[in-house]
């Protein structure tokens, strides 16, 4: 049997290969064809390998958004390395235990984050290399200079197997440390061929993406999918997303796809420069992360159109579990294509399942785990045997997140399984409160956790940021909560923030809602 697969980095050599004139990444005014790009990553392939770097050796990349970090996925990818990205808005500790728990021998770093090199440093002991994006420090190598020593090296790329690891994807559990979802050359070949087909069919050389969250996630990959079409990637030349300099670019570019989250959907749509510049470019709003709320999800399409792409998808599935596509998403509940509250139906070679806590299937309209199969599962976690034996059981992948699908096949997400708590008997799932309260004309963005009670054993808190200019109180929200939603699910409290939290990838994280809770001892009744 054939175990060899193709090489991913063989996408960038094949697109310089044919357009090699084209823009690959614009950045302001600045602008890198395919074939400079990369001219580029085999240098620092050539680079690397004169250092001793080798296949499974693990590369920690931390940086802001700019050709660098974007480079050096084909450079890991080419070498047989695995690629490490981190979020660069994480702190010193976070990024040594990074370091740390893949075992990296080589770093490379953005200029301003040379605190968490020597963090890494000090937590990993198989670091051997550094190499600064910025000014080198002593024992330090320079990224543009190692490409000018070995500019015009020939191209290597090393032979792979389907499951080689070619990425580490961490994901943020909701308690301890993230754990390393291992993506593997053949995994993402399909993964790429599946974004394809089922999120933004139809793109070429011509198309532009628009980036507007840090490449070492979802963004990365939607980068990388886009250049194996020869798409220029658009990266903002600013670390702060500005939605005016956003839809400008859009306008400028003719950007016809984009992926994102739906609080970045909610900022840029709802943000007057929307109607300033011409999106009329626009074909694929891909949001991911979350379900998008109903409100915002109608605001957006007054706004775009029937642009919206939903995927429903982890970091261990890379994103491709279900999806939305356009003629989908509608403004209308009634309409007859209307499917309100849903994330979509499965992607194309991937299985959805829902089973109960005895592994067994459910069906339509029962609600109980999602469980997914198909060759966008990943390999497992690094070194974390626990983590993998809890995961993978039943001979599906299980998501920890819960929900049913209808008779047609389309998934209905209730919430995590982690976010669920039972008042006086019943199961309460937040998001169908925050769902209520986000049709209130004040609300703008909202949480509910479960807390202690001690008559109930647990009731509903809900924080609540208002929209600009306007407020709600407590007992008007309730009154709008009695025709949606029963009694028993209604929050016992509400806490008034001018501000969620929100993670490097723009989404609400009730973990840290629930320790800024704790901290202003509003954790309760």
Not at 101 to 125: C, T
Not at 359 to 367: D, E, K, W
Request: proline share 6%.
């Amino acid at each position: 049997m054939l175990k060899k697969v193709m090489n991913l980095g063989r996408l960038l050599a094949d697109v310089a290969r044919r357009h090699p004139a084209e823009a690959g990444i614009i950045i302001g005014e600045q602008v890198w064809t395919w074939g400079e790009i990369d001219a580029r990553v085999d240098a620092a392939v050539q680079a690397l390998r004169a250092l001793g770097v080798t296949k499974g050796d693990k590369l920690l990349v931390h940086s802001r958004n700019n050709l660098p970090i974007f480079e050096s996925a084909w450079i890991a990818f080419k070498l047989g390395v695995v690629w490490v990205p981190t979020n660069f808005r994480i702190t010193p500790p976070e990024a040594a235990y990074l370091g740390q728990s893949s075992g990296a021998s080589v770093m490379l770093y953005d200029s301003g984050f040379e605190g968490h090199v020597d963090a890494v440093r000090e937590a990993s002991p198989a670091l051997k290399h550094v190499i600064a994006i910025g000014a080198p420090r002593a024992g330090e190598q320079h990224y543009e200079t190692l490409l000018a020593d070995h500019a015009g090296a020939q191209p290597f790329e090393e032979e792979v197997e389907y499951e080689d690891p070619l990425w580490f994807f961490y994901t943020s559990g909701t308690t301890g440390h993230p754990k390393a979802g291992v993506l593997s050359h053949g995994q993402m070949a399909f993964v790429v061929t599946n974004h394809l087909a089922d999120l933004m069919p139809g793109i070429t050389y011509r198309s532009r993406s628009m980036v507007v969250a840090p490449l070492s996630h979802g963004a990365g990959i939607h980068a990388i999918v886009n250049a194996a079409r020869g798409a220029a990637s658009v990266l903002l030349p600013t670390e702060r997303m500005e939605p005016e300099q956003v839809w400008q670019a859009i306008a400028t570019h003719r950007v016809d796809n984009m992926f994102t989250v739906p609080t970045i959907v909610k900022m840029l749509v709802e943000d007057e420069s929307v109607d300033r510049h011409d999106h009329s470019s626009l074909k694929f709003v891909i949001y991911a992360g979350a379900p998008m709320y109903r409100a915002d999800q109608k605001f957006a399409l007054k706004k775009l159109g029937r642009v919206l792409v939903q995927y429903y998808g982890l970091g261990e599935v890379t994103g491709n579990i279900t999806v939305l596509p356009p003629w989908l998403h509608t403004e209308d509940d009634d309409a007859a294509d209307a499917r309100v509250g849903t994330c979509g139906m499965p992607r194309t070679g991937m299985e959805v399942a829902i089973l109960d806590a005895q592994g067994v299937r459910q069906p339509p309209f029962a609600s109980g785990e999602i469980c997914v199969r198909g060759p966008a599962v990943f390999m497992g976690y690094h070194n974390n045997p626990d983590a993998n034996a809890k995961a993978f059981k039943d001979d599906w992948f299980h998501t920890g997140d819960l929900g049913h699908v209808d008779a047609q096949g389309f998934l209905y997400i209730t919430g995590r399984a982690s976010d669920m708590y039972i008042s006086g008997g019943s199961n309460v799932y937040p998001r169908e409160i925050e769902e209520a309260l986000l049709t209130h004309p004040a609300v703008s963005e909202c949480a509910v956790l479960g807390v202690p009670d001690p008559k109930w054993g647990e009731s509903g808190l809900a924080v609540v940021v208002a929209k600009d200019g306007m407020s709600a109180e407590a007992k008007e929200l309730l009154g709008h909560l009695e025709a949606r939603i029963a009694k028993y699910k209604w929050p016992r409290r509400f806490v008034f923030w001018n501000a969620m939290p929100k993670s490097g990838y723009g989404k609400i994280v009730k973990k840290q809602i629930r320790t800024m809770l704790e901290e202003q001892g509003d954790y309760r009744l």
